[in-house]
């Protein structure tokens, strides 16, 4: 049974940061690329980032580049979303996303997990 469980998030203010993790289990975790979505209040969900099954290659959206990084650590099945500069609307509920490859994290993922909410505010 796979099961991604993502952590992390909570309140913080603007220009903080946070790391967002997943655990990964059921699954052979290096075998298949990760990712991340995020999706606003009162919006739709949206493709932030995706990491290649060795890490060797990631892939960000437009709005996050620059102050977000995906990693991951095969050892331990878990993908982290480093998030800097946290702005008002970065405020959404994160979700961890697996796929074959990036491009299928961005367009099909297989799996999601839950999600951590950031709450970003003053």
């Known amino acids: 049974q796979v099961q991604l469980v993502e952590s992390g998030g909570g309140l913080v203010q603007p220009g903080e940061s946070l790391r967002l993790s997943c655990a990964a289990s059921?699954?052979?975790?290096?075998?298949?690329?990760m990712g991340w979505f995020r999706q606003p209040p009162g919006k739709e969900r949206e493709f932030v980032a995706a990491?290649?099954?060795?890490?060797?290659?990631?892939y960000y959206a437009d709005s996050v580049k620059g102050r977000f990084t995906i990693s991951r650590d095969n050892a331990k099945n878990i993908v982290y979303l480093q998030i800097d500069s946290l702005k008002p609307d970065d405020t959404a509920g994160y979700y961890c996303?697996?796929?074959?490859?990036?491009?299928?994290?961005?367009?099909?993922?297989?799996?999601w997990g839950q999600g951590t909410l950031v709450t970003v505010s003053s």
């Open positions: 996303a697996v796929g074959g490859t990036t491009a299928e994290v961005r367009t099909t993922p297989k799996f």
């Open positions: 059921g699954l052979p975790f290096s075998s298949y690329a």
């Open positions: 990491i290649s099954w060795g890490g060797g290659y990631t």
